[in-house]
T-cell receptor, first 110, second 113 residues
Framework: GDSVTQMEGPVTLSEEAFLTINCTYT??????LFWYVQYPGEGLQLLLK?????DKGSNKGFEATYRKETTSFHLEKGSVQVSDSAVYFC?????????FGTGTSLTVIP | DAGVTQSPTHLIKTRGQQVTLRCSPK?????VSWYQQALGQGPQFIFQ???????QRGNFPDRFSGHQFPNYSSELNVNALLLGDSALYLC????????????FGNGTRLTVT
């Protein structure tokens, strides 16, 4: 079945460090891929998306490229800030339903 | 422009009881989905409502049921509560059913004792 696998956390980085959170997927069709972010006590917010192979989603300095050959959608940011501390979820949708990864907790220290 | 709103924010129930959670979708959205998020886990799909009918359902027992009203708002009902039903219940809406991004509410934290 369709599924998403994320790198396990927690991840702790110093401010201005480079961030990578790995995400790979398994899907029977041609999924759309998403990254969501969840701040404490809140619901999930869409961070970025990509709907077809080689698309790059970007928002707020975060980027992810839809790699069909490696079935991956890794999240990257060149310089993290304290305000980026949150839980990040990779997700896919093949038109049937959304499948989420287990989340990766990120803490950025000053 | 109001986003997705859920009520109540917190709820404490006893095993065996029944609970109803409520959701109003983002303005302009007609499709509502419900998710269960256990502590430290990603959201798990419960079901989706569109045009007042259950369109999709995840791997949840019949104790979980729902409803969508003509104004697109929705309810999630859980009967015969178990301790394992303790979780954050998230409502999400979209403006058409398929691959549009989900817009989430802040959730209802249900604790079953």
């Amino acid at each position: 079945g369709d599924s998403v696998t994320q790198m396990e956390g927690p991840v702790t980085l110093s401010e201005e460090a480079f961030l990578t959170i790995n995400c790979t997927y398994t899907a029977t069709g041609y999924p759309s891929l998403f990254w969501y972010v969840q701040y404490p006590g809140e619901g999930l917010q869409l961070l970025l998306k990509a709907t077809k192979a080689d698309d790059k989603g970007s928002n707020k300095g975060f980027e992810a490229t839809y790699r069909k050959e490696t079935t991956s959608f890794h999240l990257e940011k060149g310089s993290v800030q304290v305000s980026d501390s949150a839980v990040y979820f990779c997700a896919l949708n093949t038109g049937n339903q959304f499948y989420f990864g287990t989340g990766t907790s990120l803490t950025v220290i000053p | 422009d109001a986003g997705v709103t859920q009520s109540p924010t917190h709820l404490i129930k006893t095993r065996g009881q029944q609970v109803t959670l409520r959701c109003s979708p983002k303005s302009g959205h007609d499709t509502v989905s419900w998710y269960q998020q256990a502590l430290g886990q990603g959201p798990q799909f419960i079901f989706q409502y569109y045009e007042e009918e259950e369109r999709q359902r995840g791997n949840f027992p019949d104790r979980f049921s729902g409803h969508q009203f003509p104004n697109y708002s929705s309810e999630l009902n859980v009967n015969a509560l178990l301790l394992g039903d303790s979780a954050l219940y998230l409502c999400a809406s979209t403006d058409f059913p398929d691959r549009a991004p989900l817009h989430f509410g802040n959730g209802t934290r249900l604790t079953v004792t």
